[in-house]
């Protein structure tokens, strides 16, 4: 089989980063000797925009429906405001592309120096996996402005909440829970202070739940409250479901307690397989270290990983766990960027990674 | 000065810490010699609302507007959607009182063990003051459900920013910020994804700055990234100001992350002194320990402890530091609550803290 990736290295490191992960791609592929790669690049990028104007041609999405996933680096860039650029690119793709579901796995990686001091000694009280409504909520993108110059301005920001798709990432937050050794389900809200978009997440969940009574166990956090069973009871939960918005928050946190927002990885999934699947590291473009070759590519790695698993639909998950082995060992072995408390550079740590490959 | 408080004690634990914060308040005063209390108890809570269908009376905010502050315990009880308790008491007070401004000072007080590694070896690395706007965005409670009993359901939350309500917390945050040894601000925005509220709040923001130049050096952090920040570098930020969502996320992980959040204090401010402002520990009515006499009173002492700087307008600080000694003495005396490591009753903790001021 030839899996046919399209490459959206897009900003800064992104672009380090993205080169980083289809060579290792390419050496698991060889290595495993079934399936090969075929990378598309797509120089869509905010330097590009600062050129011609636009970030996607008008058919971008019709090309990147021919490929069979989608692997993007980062975007963000200084001199284009922030809402311009991900309006532009990272946004619209998750929309159109029907991927309504962010998976974000997290646990504290071998050899990984987590921040809180419980985690120090017992690095495996966190293992997460926080699924994120990927398609609406607080990321709808509606609202405006009105009187925007004068002093009467006033500016709104319209979450939408429907029965399809609370329903739907309800689903497969328990489809992830069950599969799970803990089967365990956290659900998170705020629908105390939001009292009509969060009641109905509330409602439809309960409903969802009754399908897995005795399935899967769970319970119910305020978004607020949840912060803070993360910092002190992180070997409580297991499986995380949460709004655009929350999970952006809490998955960044996570990550931080994890010991690195540089090896987080997400997939953000089309479960009806009908639009490819796109795989990022959950850090941006980071522009104060783009291009000095330094960027940490494990996020990256992770994520590429996370995408093999996808593309192979089980038949390809133990290769995926062969690239994390791969990653873990390197870093154990002291091959790591600075982010992480080592020397190494993007290239050192790559090219370290390819020869664990072969060589399991 | 005879200063008269309207205490709420409200649900769960709110009732046990009132009555310990009265107890505190009245010790202190006559300790002090040159004020008292006049309280007035306000039976305004959700098992009251069972009994008799509602929680404030017509003209509750009319009483409790004669009053110079108002003291809240907590809100929300397992019997009554938290939807309903909190949009009929705390939330309108808040913006029926014209508290625009909400702040949540958070440091580690001596003898308490945080949970980050690098605080345990560097209190002081923490030392925050959350500036949370408390009067709009996403808890100005507009949006609604459609079809909502039908598979077509759509709910939305619908965040509203005015110029004239960013602006005002904007300045408070750098007259805040000004007055603190470090002189430093950062904002907290998610402009990147919600294009038109947040993009206002940054423009405010950046006009506001202006007038600040040379006097207050400030910085601007998206709030999923400010959590890594505040696990990974607590040390780099002073005061921080955020939407009333974000920074309701934000200072429960601040809370979390100093050690307690049953040692929390918030204040809702009316900064134009027409209305009373109200003081309140951020923990919640916790219904497990209710009525145990088991709650951590600490929080609802550094709450008080702050209104009686806020009344004193300047005159008082003296007298609140010394509250926050006491209460720190006591700790370290080892008389703590479970939550804090110890085994003291709310009463055990209470008698002691009274003791120490009537020592100091
Ligand atoms: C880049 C940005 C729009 C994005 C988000 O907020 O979704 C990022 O923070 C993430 O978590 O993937
Ligand atoms: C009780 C609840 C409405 C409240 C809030 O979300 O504002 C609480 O979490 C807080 O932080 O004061």
């Not at 309006?87 to 619209?92: D, G, H, V």
């Not at 994120?132 to 609202?143: L, T, W």
Request: hydrophobic letters at 40%; glycine letters at 8%.
């Amino acid at each position: 089989t030839t899996y046919k990736i399209a490459a959206i290295p897009g900003d800064g490191i992104g672009v380090d980063i993205t080169d980083a992960a289809s060579q290792v791609l390419n050496t698991l592929a060889q290595a495993h000797g079934g399936f090969s790669f075929d990378f598309m690049t797509f120089d869509w990028s905010s330097k590009k925009y600062l050129e011609r104007g636009w970030y996607m041609p008008e058919d971008g999405m019709a090309q990147l429906k021919k490929h069979d996933a989608i692997y993007f680096g980062a975007v963000g860039w200084p001199d284009v405001p922030d809402h311009i650029s991900l309006w532009s690119l990272i946004l619209p793709i998750r929309t159109s592309m029907n991927q309504y579901v962010n998976v974000r796995p997290t646990r504290i990686l071998k050899s990984v120096t987590a921040p809180l001091a419980q985690l120090q000694k017992n690095r495996k009280d966190l293992d997460w996996v926080i699924i994120r409504e990927n398609s609406e909520g607080e990321y709808a993108g509606q609202g405006g402005i009105t009187h925007g110059h004068g002093p009467n301005a006033i500016a709104t920001e319209l979450a939408i909440f429907t029965r399809v798709g609370i329903e739907r990432i309800m689903r497969f937050a328990f489809e992830t829970a069950k599969l799970r050794p803990r089967k365990k389900l956290t659900m998170v809200t705020k629908s105390n202070a939001q009292r009509h978009g969060m009641v109905l997440w509330d409602k439809v969940f309960y409903e969802v739940a009754k399908e897995y009574e005795g399935v899967v166990e769970w319970d119910k956090m305020l978004v607020d409250a949840m912060t803070v069973r993360m910092v002190n009871k992180p070997e409580s939960m297991d499986t995380i479901v949460a709004t655009n918005l929350h999970a952006d928050i809490l998955s960044d946190l996570a990550a931080a307690l994890a010991g690195s927002i540089g090896i987080a990885p997400s997939s953000n999934l089309d479960p009806t397989r009908s639009c490819p699947s796109m795989f990022e590291p959950i850090h941006g473009s980071a522009p104060d270290i783009a291009g000095k070759g330094i960027a940490n590519p494990v996020g990256a790695f992770w994520s590429a990983a996370e995408m093999v698993r996808w593309l192979g639909k089980g038949d390809l998950d133990k290769t995926a766990d062969q690239l994390m082995e791969a990653i873990e060992n390197v870093s154990e072995n002291g091959i790591r960027t600075r982010d992480m408390g080592g020397e190494s550079s993007t290239k050192e740590v790559t090219d370290a990674v390819c020869k664990e490959i072969e060589a399991i």
